[in-house]
């Protein structure tokens, strides 16, 4: 039997009640911004009363254990985000299985993703991830290369794309978490004029939510400030 953590509503409660607080305090509608819960780790029956609690989007990191949580909360009308890496031996579940993807970095695994795709669903909804970083190890697009890659995705059949997303390093304080969110805001806006109709960017997480709602994001995705820490014992697989 798995142990529910009582204290999960109220830690819903209170990320909600910090994304209204950062989009009060950057002018903008409560409306305009997301809240994704990262469910990575999450048992089932978590996942589920943060369902009856009112939330309704989830993103998942690693593929396998997504795709068994998603089956077995098929009765519950849930909307599952793909934030994880993606193998091109992993696009069919993901096309199966998944609502979004928000990490797309290859236009290899666009291409099997839309090919993939059964015929009785709607497109997959879909994001590139930028590296604003600019580290070569880590995953995403350079800023420079958005913009082709965007135009090839926009052309796929079975995928819509929706906008970008990244995840940083953390940064240092809220000025620098600032500084490079107002980065990625402006990869989105150069793709905007350049005639692709975004509507989302994802950036922000449990630790710098409001820096990110601050410059412009439309969707944050956050795990622990929910449900808690996570257990050490599963790593983040190698980029
Ligand atoms: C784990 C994860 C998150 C959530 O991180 P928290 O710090 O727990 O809020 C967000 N985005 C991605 C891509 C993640 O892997």
């Known amino acids: 039997m798995t142990t529910i953590p009582t204290q999960l509503p109220t830690q819903l409660q209170s ?3 910090r994304v209204a607080a950062a989009c009060q305090s950057a002018g903008r509608a409560a409306s305009e911004v997301t809240l994704l819960a990262v469910s990575k780790t999450v048992e089932p029956e978590v996942v589920s009363q943060a369902f009856d609690a009112g939330q309704t989007a989830f993103g998942e990191n ?3 254990e997504a795709v068994q949580k998603i089956i077995e909360l098929r009765h519950l009308a849930l909307e599952w985000h793909c934030i994880g890496p993606i193998q091109s031996n992993k696009t069919r579940l993901v096309a199966e299985y998944f609502d979004w993807v928000q990490t797309l970095d290859r236009l290899k695994i ?3 993703l839309s090919e993939q ?3 009785g669903l709607p497109p997959l909804q879909v994001c590139i991830q930028v590296n604003v970083d600019g ?3 880590k995953s995403g697009v350079l800023p420079g290369e958005v913009l082709a890659l965007a135009q090839r995705v926009a052309a796929l059949p079975n995928l819509c794309l929706r906008g970008i997303m990244c995840i940083p390093e953390p940064a240092s304080d809220f000025v620098a978490a600032c500084a490079l969110f107002a980065r990625v805001k402006a990869v989105f806006d150069a793709l905007n004029a350049a005639g692709l109709a975004l509507d989302t960017l994802s950036m922000g997480m449990s630790a710098d939510l409001e820096a990110a709602i601050l410059s412009g994001s439309t969707m944050v995705r956050v795990g622990s400030a929910i449900f808690g820490a996570r257990p050490p014992f599963k790593p983040m697989p190698a980029q």
């Open 117 to 119: 795709r059964p015929a």
């Open 135 to 137: 580290g070569t190890r």
């Open 110 to 112: 666009a291409q099997r």
């Open 15 to 17: 990320v909600r009640a």
């Open 62 to 64: 690693y593929i396998q």
